[in-house]
């Protein structure tokens, strides 16, 4: 059903996961007219969420650098009222952060009843960043795999839907991305010379996705590991998962308090 979850136990081999994967798409042209249906619908379920006001609705977005975090965000929430929307991008951690257990920063963020929040990255950076550069010992990262997986439940169990996506490029793709940004005048703001540094440890980077989306994929968080080298698709499956599970929660408009037929509205 769901081909770009990870079954919970599932190890995952990222080589496996073609980033290149189009599903049954075509093309653009039938991707985007498929996004902008499935939009229409989100934009409606997001106004059942805030009306029932029942609901807690957490979005995670990680990738490597490029991946496309802003972009989906962009493309896939357009039109959803910024009312009920919050986007969280969390950086390297200030030093009052760091002062902090790892989860302080993030659990401030989390989505309140009848609410979307978007991380643009999040806790996992604890775990991804961190490891690869060895900012934390390996006995404090490890634990931290057990540690987000309680925290999320104590997320679900207390309303809150949680879907993570991992937006799945090629170190190919990441390569054109960067030069597209570098030579593009309206892209180069976000050409930072510190991701070339990043990308040379794209393997170690790899092995940490892999493990973190092995141990933290779980029935009540579960992680999606999305093909992203090609913009139209990537979206579409966000946003397909996305109204999916909203569906799923069976949202209803508040009922009408009785005898409100009667209710004079005053002159
Ligand atoms: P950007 O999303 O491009 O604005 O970059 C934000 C930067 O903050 C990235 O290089 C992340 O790796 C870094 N970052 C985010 N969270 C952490 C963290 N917990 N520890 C260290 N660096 C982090
Ligand atoms: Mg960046």
Redesign the pocket.
């Given at each position: 059903m769901d081909p770009y979850m990870v079954k919970p136990g599932q190890k995952v081999h990222l080589a496996a996961w073609n980033p290149d994967d189009t599903g049954d798409f075509a093309g653009k042209p039938e991707a985007r007219k498929a996004l902008k249906k499935l939009r229409k619908e989100l934009v409606e379920l997001q106004e059942r969420l805030y009306a029932e006001d029942k609901h807690k609705v957490l979005i995670v977005l990680q990738a490597m650098?490029t991946g496309g975090k802003d972009g989906v965000i962009k493309s896939v929430m357009r039109g959803v009222n910024p009312q009920g929307c919050q986007v969280a991008?969390?950086?390297?951690?200030t030093p009052e952060e760091l002062a902090h257990d790892?989860l302080w920063r993030v659990h401030s963020r989390v989505p309140g009843r009848r609410f979307i929040t978007i991380f643009n990255?999040s806790h996992y950076?604890?775990v991804l960043?961190?490891r690869v550069h060895d900012?934390v010992p390996e006995d404090v990262w490890r634990q931290r795999y057990e540690q987000i997986n309680n925290f999320e439940k104590l997320l679900a169990d207390t309303g809150t839907l949680i879907l993570k996506f991992y937006l799945h490029i090629s170190k190919d793709e990441q390569k054109r991305r960067l030069e597209a940004r570098r030579d593009t005048p309206e892209k180069r703001w976000k050409f930072?010379v510190g991701d070339l540094k990043?990308r040379a440890y794209w393997e170690d980077y790899m092995q940490a996705y892999e493990e973190a989306l092995t141990r933290c994929s779980t029935p009540w968080a579960p992680w999606y590991v999305v093909p992203a080298n090609k913009k139209w698709y990537r979206d579409l499956v966000v946003a397909r998962t996305l109204v999916e599970k909203l569906k799923a929660l069976d949202m209803r408009y508040p009922e009408a308090p009785e005898g409100i037929e009667e209710v004079q509205v005053p002159d």
């Open positions: 650098d991008s969390f950086k390297v951690p790892f990255r950076e604890d960043v961190v900012i930072a990043e």
